[in-house]
């Protein structure tokens, strides 16, 4: 079936550093990705998406590039800030799949950013 | 546009009883979908309903049902709880269209069970 994997952490961070959080993916069909972020007792935001390889979705200064070839969607943020602090989970919807319609997620990267 | 509600925000029930939670999803969608977040199994896909049937379901046992009214808004039951049902239960909304769909989550549900 469908699954992603993406790194838990905690990953730990200054403020103004380069962010990357890998994910990598496995679909039997034309998967969609997303990345979503949950803040600390709230519900799941969506941070952004890309529908189609080589698309890039971007949003808040995050960026994640659909990459077929080795099945990731790696986030990046050139420099992050405190407010950034939260969980990110990396997703995908595939419906082509044959498995359930619903997204599939990674463990959640808990990201600590300090001043 | 208002975003996905749900309520109640936080609940406390025993083992053995039932529990109903609701999702109103926002105006114009018509696909709501239920998942579970645990800290050891992170987010697990429940069901999907749209226009008042359920289009698909996860691997959940039969305790976890659901329904979804002429409006849209979406109600989740799970009849004789476990301890192991304590979970925040996430509710998403969604155009459902001939391409790609992006769910939209309302702030969850916390269950906790006795």
């Known amino acids: 079936g469908d699954s992603v994997t993406q790194m838990e952490g905690p990953v730990t961070l200054s403020e103004e550093a380069f962010l990357t959080i890998n994910c990598t993916y496995t679909a039997t069909g034309y998967p969609s990705l997303f990345w979503y972020v949950q803040y600390p007792g709230e519900g ?44 990110y989970f990396c997703a995908l919807s595939d419906p082509g799949g044959g498995g359930a319609d619903g997204l599939t997620f990674g463990k959640g990267t808990h990201l600590i950013i300090q001043p | 546009k208002a975003g996905v509600t749900q309520t109640p925000r936080y609940l406390i029930k025993t083992r053995g009883q039932q529990v109903t939670l609701s999702c109103s999803p926002i105006s114009g969608h018509r696909s709501v979908s239920w998942y579970q977040q645990t800290p050891g199994q992170g987010l697990q896909f429940l069901f999907e309903y749209f226009s008042e049937t359920q289009r698909n379901k996860g691997n959940f046992p039969g305790r976890f049902s659901g329904r979804q009214f002429s409006n849209s808004r979406s109600e989740m039951n799970v009849s ?4 192991g049902d304590s979970a925040l239960y996430l509710c998403a909304s969604s155009l459902v269209t001939a391409g790609s769909r992006t769910q939209y989550f309302g702030p969850g549900t916390r269950l906790l069970v006795l």
């Open chain 1, 44 to 87: 799941l935001q969506l941070l952004l998406k890309a529908t189609k390889a080589d698309d890039k979705g971007s949003n808040k200064g995050f960026e994640a590039t659909y990459r077929k070839e080795t099945t990731s969607f790696h986030l990046e943020k050139g420099s992050v800030q405190v407010s950034d602090s939260a969980v």
């Open chain 2, 80 to 83: 004789t709880l476990e301890l």
